[in-house]
Nanobody, 116 residues
Framework: QVQLVESGGGLVQPGGSLRLSCAAS????????MGWYRQAPEKGREWVAS??????????NYADSVKGRFIISRDNAKNTVYLQMNSLKPEDTAIYCC???????WGQGTQVTVSS
């Protein structure tokens, strides 16, 4: 079965950290261009970060709102893409989803709540 499965979300205090994982299965290869998006309550989907394919050099890009705090990376051996989130703020609260940018395939999402 072809799918992306996110994990690692949860409740964290402001200033804390979380690492999200996006495991690719089936014929999906996490070495392709991948992205993380989020959707907060009553807001539209927002792009957070992306990483180009391995062949393209694996370059990373970030939304201004998370630049310097979030890091996107991949582990090819585990066919997994990660989003390390540091210095979390309440406004980072959202459902985070990963996306295979070529296939347009989405995972089910994982909830991140930043609250004291």
């Amino acid at each position: 079965q072809v799918q992306l499965v996110e994990s690692g979300g949860g409740l964290v205090q402001p200033g804390g950290s979380l690492r999200l994982s996006c495991a690719a299965s089936g014929s999906i290869f996490s070495g392709d261009a991948m992205g993380w998006y989020r959707q907060a309550p009553e807001k539209g989907r927002e792009w957070v970060a992306s990483i180009t394919s391995i062949i393209s050099g694996g370059r990373t890009n970030y939304a201004d709102s998370v630049k310097g705090r979030f890091i996107i990376s991949r582990d090819n051996a585990k066919n997994t893409v990660y989003l390390q989130m540091n210095s979390l703020k309440p406004e980072d609260t959202a459902i985070y989803c990963c996306n295979h940018l070529v296939l347009g395939l989405w995972g089910q999402g994982t909830q991140v709540t930043v609250s004291s």
